[in-house]
C-alpha cells in the first residue's frame, strides 16, 4: 500500500464523524456497566483513594518534581504527573467518586480509538477500514483493563499522546509546505513529552519515528528527498527523550544495575516466551486475567524459550520482507515489539501483565484488518468478529466489578500464582470473613512464596496483622506487624498498629506502684526537686523496666550535668526493641549530648 497523506474531504470528514459516533457508542455498550457499578481496585487504593495530595489542586507543582506523589507507599514512587492530574481534576469536580473515575477511563479509551481512525485515514488508509480498525480497538477483550482499570488509565492516556503526536509528525512530514506543516513537527514532540508523563513506556516513541521513516525512504527516496529533512524532523523528539533519560536516571539505574528483580539472562529468556504468549492471547483472548500463570527461564536450553525463539525469527522474516511488499505491513509488525522494549529490557515484578499490550493492539487492530478486508466478505466477518469480541469484553468487564470475583477468577486461572490468594484474602476481610481471610493468607504464603514481590509479602504481613487483631488475636497479631517492619522499617499503618498493640500490653501488665512511683518522680522534677525525682524514678525502674520512666530518668541526669549517666541510658534504649516513639526521643536526646560534647 502506497503512504500517502490522505486530505479531509468533506466524505472523508462525514466518514470519521461516524466513526466518532460508533467508537463512543461501542465504548459505553460494552464498558458503560463499569462506570455505575465499578470501585477501586487494588493499586487504586494507595494512588487514590489515600492519595491525600489528590484531595487539593495546590499539590499539582508536587506531581512534577517528586514521583512519591503517585503512592502513599513509602516505595514504588513513578513519575506519572499526567495521570495524577487527570485524578486530582476528577477529585476537585466529583470528589472520591469511584463512577467518575471510571467515566474518565473510558473516556479516554474511547478517544485512543477514535485517535487510531485518525492516524490510519492520514496514512491514507480508507474510512471503512480505518473505522472497523477503530472499532476493533475499542472493543478488544484486551483492552478491558485499561478500559475498566483506574490505574491502567496511565496505559491509556500514554497510547493516546502517541497517536496524537505521531498524527501531527505525519502532517508535519509530508511534502507540502506552510505553516501547518512546521506546526505540526513543533507540536509533536510536545504531545510526546506529555506522553513521557503519562507512562515510561513512551521512550520508544524516536524509534518508532525513524523505523517509520527508514520503511517509507526505502520505497520513497526521490519523493522524500532522502535524509535533508531528518534532523528537523527526528532531532526534536530524540532530544525530549534524553532530556527524559537524564531525570529518570537514577530510578532506570537502580532497576536496571543495582538492585534489578532479575538478571539480564533470566530477563532474556522469560521475556522471549512472552512475546509469543502475548501474540497469542491477541490473537485468541481466552483466559484473560489479572494474574498470568507464568514463570521465568533462567536458561536459553529451556524447551519452551527454544520454541518461542523459533516463532520469534520467524516473524523477524516475516517483517523483513513485508517491508518489499507493503511498507505499511512492515512498520505496523515492527511497530509492535518496540513498544514493548521497555518491559522487555526493563526487569519488573509481574512478568505478563495485559494492560502492557495496549500500544500494541494498534498495531494489531491494522494488521487485522489488512488480512480480513482480501476477501469480498472480510470486512462484512470484520463487522462480525467486532460484535463478538464486544460481547466477551463486556463479560470481561464484569469480572472486574469486585475485588473477590477478579481475584476468585485469577486464583482458579492460574491457581499456583500467590497474589491472588493475597488479594482474595484482603476481599474476606473487608467483608469480615476473619478465618476465611487467614487461610487465603496462608495459601498465599504456601503457593511459590518466591513470587510474592516486597510489596506483596509488606501487603501479607501488614494484612494478617489487622485480621488478627480484629480477632482478637493481639500477640500473633504483632509478631504480623513486626514482620511487615522487618520489610519497611517506617511502614505507618504497620508502625501505628504495632505502638497501639504495645500500648494496650503495657496497660494491662503495668505495676501500680511503680506508676505511682513514676509519677511521683516526675513531680518532683517539676518541682526542680531533681534529687528527689532521681530516687522517685529509680524505686519505680525497680518494680517495672519501663521506657518512658527510663527516658525521665536520663532527663534528670542532664539536668543534674551527669551527661555520661543520661548518654548510658539512652544507648541502652536505642539497642531495645523499644516504640519507635521511644526510640526517636533516644536518638533526639543522644544527639543533643553529642553537640554538648559528650562522646560515645
Known sequence: ?????????????????????????AALCTYGASIGSGIFQY?????????????????????????????????????????????????????????????????????????????????????????????LFVCHPLNTEAAVYISSRA????????????????????????????????????AFAMALMCKSVAVVYPLLLLSCDIIRQRRHTEEEGGWRRGLWRHGPCWVVAGVYLFVVSGALGKALIAEPVRGPAV?????????????RLIMLPRGLSVEHAFAESSTIWDATVLLALGVLISGVVVTVRSVGTSSSTGFWLAWMPLVLMPTLIVPLNVLVNEHRLYPVMVAATFLVLQVMKRPPWGLSATVVLVLLLGVLAHQRAQVWAS???????ASA??????????????????????EQALTSYA???????????????????NNRGAVLLALGRNTEAESS????????????????????????????????EAEAMRRSGLMHMVAGDLVAAEQALRASLLLQNDSRTRLALALVYERQQQPHKAAAIYRELLRSEASPATLEKAGRGMQNLRSGGVAE
Not at 516505595?75 to 473515575?101: C, H, I, Q
Not at 495459601?443 to 506483596?456: C, F, H, I, T
Open 267 to 279: 530477563q532474556l529468556w522469560t521475556q522471549s516466551k512472552a512475546l509469543v504468549y502475548y501474540a
Open 43 to 135: 493499586d487504586d487504593l494507595h494512588s487514590i483513594v489515600g492519595n491525600l495530595r489528590l484531595r487539593s489542586l495546590t499539590h499539582v507543582p508536587s506531581y512534577f518534581t517528586d514521583p512519591g506523589s503517585f503512592t502513599t507507599l513509602t516505595f514504588g514512587g513513578m513519575f506519572r504527573p499526567l495521570v495524577l492530574l487527570s485524578y486530582a481534576l476528577t477529585d476537585a469536580l466529583f470528589g472520591e467518586n469511584a463512577a467518575a473515575y471510571h467515566f474518565g477511563n473510558v473516556a479516554i479509551h474511547a478517544a485512543s480509538g477514535v485517535a487510531v481512525a485518525v492516524v490510519l485515514l492520514r496514512l491514507g488508509v480508507g474510512g471503512v477500514v480505518s473505522g472497523l480498525a477503530a472499532l
Open 443 to 461: 495459601q498465599a504464603e504456601k503457593v511459590n512464596p518466591q513470587r510474592l514481590s516486597p510489596g506483596d509479602q509488606l501487603a501479607l504481613h
Open 413 to 434: 486461572k492460574a491457581p499456583r500464582m500467590p497474589r491472588p490468594y493475597l488479594f482474595v484474602g484482603d476481599a474476606h476481610f473487608q467483608a469480615a470473613r476473619h
Open 403 to 409: 475485588p473477590m470475583t477478579l481475584w476468585s477468577d
Open 155 to 190: 496505559e491509556s492516556m500514554c497510547t493516546l499522546f502517541l497517536l496524537v503526536s505521531f498524527y501531527l509528525w505525519l502532517g508535519g512530514s509530508s511534502q507540502r509546505s506552510g505553516w501547518r506543516t512546521h506546526a505540526g513537527l513543533v507540536a509533536a514532540p510536545v
Open 1 to 25: 500500500m502506497m503512504w500517502r497523506v490522505a486530505a479531509c474531504s468533506g466524505d472523508a470528514e462525514a466518514r470519521l464523524r461516524w466513526t466518532v459516533v460508533g467508537v463512543l457508542l
Open 481 to 512: 506487624y513486626e514482620a511487615a517492619l522487618r520489610l519497611v522499617p517506617d511502614y505507618p499503618p504497620a508502625v501505628e498498629a504495632l505502638e497501639g498493640l504495645r500500648a494496650i500490653r503495657g496497660q494491662a501488665t503495668r505495676h501500680p
